[in-house]
């Protein structure tokens, strides 16, 4: 593919230049149509069976996404308290929120009580202290199914080497402390990690957790998390996860469980990366290009404190360059190997490494796509970096700010 925002017209026919000039960078700007068509897409992964889809906002939990979000008919998780009442201030009802912390204070879980939100308890510690707080009510509980899967080690939620979860030798005294103090476990949930193509390890987490789903007369949900990958290496025709094969496997374990526990609960999954990931690019300006012991470099205002993924992860993003509103692709300029860097005073601040691109020259912008999960909602202040703005380019073609760059005054308002 040569170049991916062409492909989508990505800018609604707005220049770039235009939008950085207005909102300067870095800048992270949103395609609302590429936003909703990824959320129906998640909306509609379970059709047989009652399904909904939970955005989990801790991808991208921008006021304004969540909005969209509501609209087009998603519940929400929250991973924090102030998450849940971020998603209560966007007009999500209580009902539709479920909350799936770990290792929070009493304090916490007396808010979600407080707050009447559905809550699930990920450690026999948790269950007991939330038992102990709201005796008689009612609760769901995190089970790893023994699987993980995921892009890097550090995003792998099951398995054997996680912090995450009860797992199943631990299920009886789970159920034995819910009976101690009167609980109704009425919802189980799993999550085996963030970013995986193959759905195989998912489809495996998915028969495990049915099998100890057994150990429950009529649960009201069964919520299987998340995980789904989108195509980071675009550029080079890497394809999209494949939702029509993937539904009809997983609709198929969901037929052999029903058929043999004899009720059908609400299914739940909880998507978070794939609803905005591709929805996102993350406009930056080249500042300095150099060579060093005959490696090139091209010094961006994207650092690590805008986007931390590649410094954190070692994670892939496609980066495309724009000069004079128009993509330079390698149909139309040479290629050079470099190294495109951030501006924060660290080695590691690294956007990617001997990478093929073309030739990039001071002045120039540049585009990385992919940016809409975990950009923005990672960002940090490192350095006294002001977090950027964030645009949407809306369904009409115009843009929209939905988050104002921070000022100094932002910076020092704590002190």
């Given amino acids: 593919m040569d170049s991916y925002i062409n492909s989508v017209d990505f800018f609604k026919g707005n220049k770039p230049e235009d939008i950085a000039a207005q909102y300067g960078t870095p800048l992270y700007v949103y395609n609302e149509d590429i936003l909703r068509n990824c959320m129906r897409t998640v909306k509609n992964i379970i059709t047989k069976y009652p399904y909904t889809a939970n955005f989990s906002i801790k991808a991208n939990s921008n ?8 609209e087009e008919g998603l519940n929400c998780d929250a991973v924090s308290i102030n998450e849940a009442k971020i998603l209560l201030h966007a007009g999500q009802s209580k009902e539709k929120i479920f909350f799936v912390p770990n290792n929070v204070s009493e304090e916490e879980l007396q808010e979600a009580i407080d707050l009447g939100i559905m809550t699930a308890l990920d450690s026999l510690d948790q269950l007991e202290r939330y038992g102990k707080l709201n005796k008689g009510g009612r609760c769901a509980i995190r089970l790893n199914p023994g699987v ?3 892009h890097h080690e550090k995003v792998i939620t099951a398995g054997k080497n996680t912090k995450f979860a009860i797992v199943d ?4 005294e789970a159920i034995a402390i819910a009976k101690k103090y009167d609980l109704k476990i009425v919802g189980i949930c799993q999550h085996v990690g963030s970013l995986f193509m193959d759905p195989t390890p998912f489809l495996q ?4 957790l049915l099998y100890m789903a057994k150990k429950f007369d009529n649960l009201e949900f069964i919520d299987f998390g998340g995980g789904y990958g989108v195509p980071y290496h675009k550029l080079a025709d890497e394809q999209p996860f494949d939702f029509e094969g993937f539904s009809k496997k997983f609709e198929a374990l969901l037929d052999e469980f029903i058929s043999e526990v004899g009720y059908t609960p609400l299914f739940k999954t909880e ?3 794939y609803v905005a990931c591709e929805s996102c690019v993350l406009l930056g300006r080249i500042h300095a290009t150099k060579n060093n012991a005959g490696k090139k470099f091209a010094g961006s205002d994207i650092g690590m404190t805008t986007l931390v993924r590649p ?5 892939h993003h496609d980066i495309e360059i724009i000069r004079d509103n128009e993509v330079v ?3 139309n300029s040479e290629v050079e190997s470099i190294t495109v860097t951030g501006n924060i005073c660290e080695s590691g601040d690294i956007l990617c490494k001997d990478r093929e691109l073309p030739v990039i020259k001071t002045g120039d912008l540049i585009a990385v796509l992919d940016a809409g999960a975990y950009g923005y909602s990672m960002c940090s202040e490192y350095n006294s970096r002001f977090k950027p ?3 949407l380019i809306t369904s009409n073609g115009d843009t929209k700010l939905i988050r104002r760059r921070q000022t100094l005054e932002d910076l020092l308002s704590l002190y």
Wanted: glycine share 10%; proline share 6%.
């Fill in 169 to 172: 030798s631990d299920l009886d």
């Fill in 271 to 273: 998507p978070g990366r």
């Fill in 311 to 315: 410094s954190l992860y070692d994670s």
């Fill in 329 to 331: 692709t390698p149909a």
């Fill in 205 to 208: 987490a998915v028969k495990n």
């Fill in 148 to 150: 993980g899967a995921g």
């Fill in 389 to 391: 703005a964030e645009v």
């Fill in 63 to 70: 006021l304004h996404i969540i909005k969209i979000a509501i």
